[in-house]
């Protein structure tokens, strides 16, 4: 996938028209495939996970920009995480 084509993907799933979002949307993913780097895992988006992954991190850090990490946020991700970990190694 293209940059523009992962940037439109994101903004789809999470239902953002326009491109008045789409720099806090960029900066919003570099920060979650940082954070799927630093759980051990390849950021690779011909693996649905990690478009899914770095999705939810997207929306959750737009809908609630002041929760920086927390049970709640870790939790979301753990499974997912472990999924693509797996995925990878295989």
């Known amino acids: 996938m293209t940059e523009v084509e992962i940037l ?3 903004k789809q799933d999470l239902r953002i028209d326009g491109d008045d979002m789409d720099n806090i949307v960029a900066r919003k993913k570099v920060v979650a495939e940082e954070y799927v780097r630093n759980a051990g895992c390849k ?3 011909d693996n649905p996970l990690c478009l899914e992954i770095v999705t939810r991190f997207v929306g959750r850090q737009i809908d609630n920009p002041e929760i920086e ?4 946020t870790g939790m979301q991700f753990v499974g997912l995480l472990e999924q693509l970990r797996l995925s990878q190694e295989g």
């Open 8 to 10: 439109d993907a994101i």
């Open 43 to 45: 950021v690779d988006y």
């Open 69 to 72: 990490t927390g049970v709640e």
